[in-house]
């Protein structure tokens, strides 16, 4: 080749170019962005909507159906779910993972503009799904003693934390702040015929700051304003509010009502270790580096919190740059194993030191030339694309062995250096090609998937196919070049002695034989791939492998109406539980709302989470998942004693965007009361099934509410119209937010206006509620109207268009997805459900179905692009035909390592599979190459393929040792990170195992039988 010959000729050019490669994969790798799994953007979209003051039924009529109606036949639109509660409606939008929600975004508004709702409702807004929403860093703060003290250096630190590089925002959560409150003294007010609003407009009136025209005065322009500030208690208090009619006297505000600094009404609660804490998350900016950004900041917390003003303790709870570079350095030192087994692999073959280290120098050098080549395509080094090194790292050096072994094999015949080096790099040349281009063309159909895997496994082939070039170049560049330089022909031909070895003529003689009964090996190897399918559909599904990630929330949720202390005493027994737990590192509580309510500002006082994080990977037998397993009965037991209603929910949802364990589905019909039936018995048949740990639904009970329905002929005879009662009552009940204000040290207090909650929070009180009348007189609220406790719904929910119910079932670790819905399958076909009831998977189970018919589809092109390469390369239709006869081998190998490590067939594990397919064929092209060779040599074809398997055996063995043992780490999934490619590990190398011990047998069958010499049967003596 004369590559290979300039390479040997000219070898300062071919090191000084390898110098200047080395150059720029250091710099293309320190600029490479760090992150777990590379970038996924969903196509997924919200339409918000409020509606104030307005029930769940009344969004659902005027806001939601509405909307739904005229976003339904948006193009690429796959699912609408849509939620409507009490003043808010939601439409979750998902589309298609071939649809573009920027290319989509200005129909989906014109869409909402468009729509005719109500004209009380707010216009609707849009908001795209953004990964950078949600939080990398997760801590909590918490210090002895003082809570107000707590929250105030919390407060400045998270100011000066919102200033590291690459954070885009830092959330504080139980945040308390103060308030100026003005409580009302109803008799007060009737005295003197006033009402809230009354005081509210006129506190208004006397805050105000207007600009006016501008005025001319000694030459000059002024610019004019209009002042009149409260700044203190004080002021508030003596403010002017009417006259005394008898006494002629001012009434002021401190005559009325009570006026004082409040802490505004505690709505949640956070706690760290059953201490009070505060719990920060930290998002970064979508561009940036996940590992950096987790780096400077916990950098910068641990420089403020050295300083002694901050005196308070934190916990992290969660760092996805930490379990990063936890995991990225996992795949890194699975690479640099794998690596050190190609290279004990080499030295056993050829037992000789040089050879190993000429393959050591390739080695790097390849994975160098590939991140270069991922610095100008734009890829991160995540799990993934480490994964593929690591899956390549094998295949890096297997065509730098063929040629290093053919080139000592022809050392061994007593040529020179440089002779050896360009004849048997000129010989093998052909075939290394072939191969590459075979494995390469592997991962083409998997570039062009689309959807989630095609997010995922992009940049996992792309980085494969680039570490396969570089290996080719390498091959036929610098190993020719090294081995022309540093490798001594023998004292003796090598090649002589190892053919007549005990070895070489055992191979010899089962070659033979299995040419001999050719029909008896073929049978036997059809059983075993027959048992291989049969054992395939037997070990089960999952979508992504689980990872630990030692950390998971719990989601608590009591009946509606139940007050913040009563959830605080529940949560207390949960964390006594907790805490009982040597697992368990640290857990803080955020008691009164979720993390995803805190950040829309909203919240339940019957609800509550809280964030678990486990002790190190290291310092713990068991995982995350069967802790959970474990605990979870222990938790809810004491739970239901106190509350037999409550719902907790244990999350233990991976960075990867995959819920472990769970399988979700949703229930539609057209008819609201067959869809209840239809949830109540599937609710019952299901919590029967062994396997279920938990089901929940987001079936919407009624909540209690206080219903006041007026007496419009009772509200009439009063001189009242019944918006005037309701306007009153929400007000008194809710309090008014009448002004800030700006006291003489800038510290800002809203002014709220209301009445004492002692006197609103009970029937009783509420009935005697005066409202003031056109008469300026005043009549309770119970004469007018009548004030009883009713139910109402709390949310109404529908997917599509139809009245639907979300399940979410979660199942033991010991089971599997596929295996587990199967169960819930045959519970499903059992019920004899109505026909016009639908069932439809959601979550890993539908990603899971979509993924494997995009994968089958991108092993079918693989094998035919295979094929392609092969018939161009050999300028035959036939031998590429003999050489595929590899790939169902490979089924044998991968069924039995499945099955002994009890791993599910999941999305890597096909892509082990289609990865198989390029490396398996390699083999044969190496045998059926040479046979081809020798028979062109004049050689009888019987004698060419014997002589082929003997001579291809070596490193046959060589490469397909090096690619086992490299992936050996992956397999054994060693440390925190690695789940997630050990099953592409395990595939892999139960598939190579028997491909390669069968190729040496099969595929001179299969070639015996298509070649004109060898198709009749021989028999030999």
Partial sequence: MNISNFSIKRPIFTMVTMFLVIILGFVSLMNIPLKLIPEINPPVGVVVANYFGASPNEVSEKVTKPLEQSLSTLPGLKTMTSTSQEGAALILLQFSWTTSIDDIENDILSRINQTQITDDAEVPRFLKFDPSQFPIIQLSLSMEGDEKGLQELAEDLTTELNKVEGVANVNLSGIVTEEIKVELNQDQLEEYALTQADIVNILRANSVSLPGNTI????????????????????????????????????????????????????????????????????????ANTAQVSKAFQTELEKKLSQDKYNVQAEVLFDQGDYVKIAIGNITNTLLLGGLFAMIVLF?????????????????????????????????????????????????????????????????????????????????GTAIIASTLTTVAVFLPVVFITGLIGELFTEFAVTIAFSLFASLVVALTVVPMLASRFLKKPNENLENKRQSSWAMRFLENATRWSLRYRLMVLLLTIVFFAASIFVLFRVGTEFIPKSDEGFFTINLKLENGTPLDETQKVVGVIEDKLEKEADVDVFVSLIGSTQEKSFRGGGSS?????????????????????????????????????????????????????????????????????????????????????????????????????????????????????????????????????????????????????????????IEGLGNLLIKTQATTFVPLKEVADIEIGEGPQTVRRIDQQHAVQFTVKYVTTTNLGAFSKEVDEVVADLELSDETDIVYSGDKELLESSIDQLGLAFVLALTLIYIVMAAQFESLKYPFVIMFTVPLMVIGVAIGLSLTNTPIGITAIIGIIVLAGIVVNNAIVIVDYINKKKEDGMSSHEAIVVAVKDRTRPVMMTASTTILGLLPLAFGIGEGSEINQPMGITVIGGLISSTLLTLFIIPIVYSLFDKETRRRVREE
């Fill in 216 to 287: 001319e005065t000694e030459g000059r322009e002024l610019t004019t304003r209009v002042i009149s500030a409260l700044g203190s208690v004080q002021e508030l208090e003596e403010l002017s509010i009417t006259i005394d009619p008898l006494l002629g006297e001012k009434v002021v505000l401190g005559d009325l009502a009570e006026v004082k600094i409040v802490p505004e009404l505690k709505k949640t609660i956070t706690r760290a270790n059953k201490e009070p804490a505060k719990l920060v998350s930290v998002l970064q900016e979508s561009d």
């Fill in 348 to 428: 056993f073959f050829l037992r000789s030191v040089k050879s190993p280290l000429i393959i050591g120098i390739a080695i790097p050098y390849s994975v160098i030339v590939t991140f270069v080549l991922m610095y100008f395509s734009d890829f991160s080094l995540n799990i993934l694309t480490l994964g593929g090194l690591a899956l390549g790292i094998g295949m890096l050096v297997d065509n730098s062995i063929v040629v290093i072994e053919n080139i000592y094999r022809h050392l061994s015949m007593g040529k020179e250096p440089k002779q050896a080096a360009a004849e048997g790099t000129k010989e093998i």
């Fill in 606 to 762: 019957n609800e509550a989470e809280i964030y678990v994080k486990m002790v190190g990977f290291e310092e713990r037998e068991r995982s995350t998942f069967e802790f959970v397993d474990e605990t979870k009965s222990k938790i809810e037991s004491p739970v239901t004693e106190l509350h037999p209603e409550a719902k907790i929910r244990f999350n233990l949802q991976s960075s990867s965007g995959s819920t472990p364990n769970t399988l979700q589905f949703h229930v539609k019909d057209t008819d609201k009361n067959r869809l209840n039936e239809a949830v109540s018995k599937l609710s019952e048949a299901l919590v029967g099934l062994k396997d279920v740990t938990e089901v929940s639904t987001d079936v919407s009970k009624t909540i209690e509410e206080l219903q006041i329905t007026i007496d419009q002929e009772k509200a009439f005879e009063e001189g009242l119209v019944p918006v005037q009662i309701a306007s009153t009552v929400n007000d008194v009940t809710r309090g008014t937010r009448a002004l800030q204000l700006t006291d003489e040290d800038n510290q800002i207090y809203p002014v709220t206006v209301g009445y004492d909650r002692d006197f609103t929070n009970n």
